[in-house]
């Protein structure tokens, strides 16, 4: 039986669609990211995937920090969590809540939570007083600030590239999947590969829903006939 494109199509076309209205509305690219630590758990496990917005995009504001009266809701907890990127390791972004803002030349542990500091003050920390402004950061499950624990420095407006709306557990596994794929062996293979194991996949499915319909119409086909009157 063939197969009308609309049929082998339509599937990929509706996930293409949603991306691309997730990308215009949110404003990021890439729109989703997987969680590759455990640095934000319980709200967030590695292999969730999160769904960002870009910073001057929906919620409209700039990130607010969990030390905020008025501090929003973000995946289980007060303050934004923002994606943003550490000259400490370039290559891996970080997903990581926002404490507060501070400015330049501030000694910002006069108004830190001590537990987060780990016995620290402003004269153990490279980040202190804060060479410009920008913000200081935490991973929920880390205990320590980023900027005392030596993981960032004082993270500047311009390295923070999106805001966290909300995660789905499990689905950033693909996207670590394809990750280590294309470290491992190139993007070139990596891609060819996995569109084969992509073709194959729907091929399969196409398959399997196409001989499920073909049954349905068979027993419907079978039910509806009558026999010839006696």
């Known amino acids: 039986m063939i197969r009308r494109p609309r049929e082998r199509f339509g599937p990929a076309a509706a996930v293409l669609a949603v991306a691309l209205l997730v990308v215009a509305v949110g404003g990021a690219w890439p729109p989703l990211v997987a969680v590759e630590s455990g640095s934000m758990e319980p709200a967030v496990e590695r292999g969730d995937l999160v769904v960002v917005t870009a910073v001057d995009r929906f ?54 939570d001590p537990d987060l500091l780990d016995g620290a003050d402003c004269a153990d920390i490279a980040a202190c007083p804060a060479p410009y402004d920008g913000y200081v950061t935490y991973g929920d499950a880390n205990g320590e600030y980023d900027q005392s624990a030596g993981i960032a420095p004082v993270v500047h ?74």
Do not use: M
């Open 59 to 112: 919620p409209w504001d700039d990130p607010i920090g969990s030390d905020a009266a008025d501090a929003p809701t973000r995946l289980d907890g007060p303050g934004d969590v923002v994606v943003f990127t550490s000259p400490v390791d370039p290559s891996r972004p970080i997903l990581h809540r926002v404490a507060f803002r501070v400015t330049a030349g501030e000694d910002w542990t006069d108004r830190a």
């Open 157 to 230: 407006e311009e390295l923070v590239h999106a805001k966290a709306l909300f995660s789905v557990p499990y689905l950033g596994f693909l996207q670590l999947g394809v990750d280590a794929a294309v470290a491992r062996f190139g993007l070139v293979p990596a891609g060819v590969g996995i569109l084969t194991a992509v073709s194959l996949v729907s091929g399969t499915g196409a398959l399997l829903v196409g001989r499920i319909q073909d049954a349905r119409r068979t027993r419907n086909g079978r039910g509806g006939r009558r026999g010839p009157p006696r």
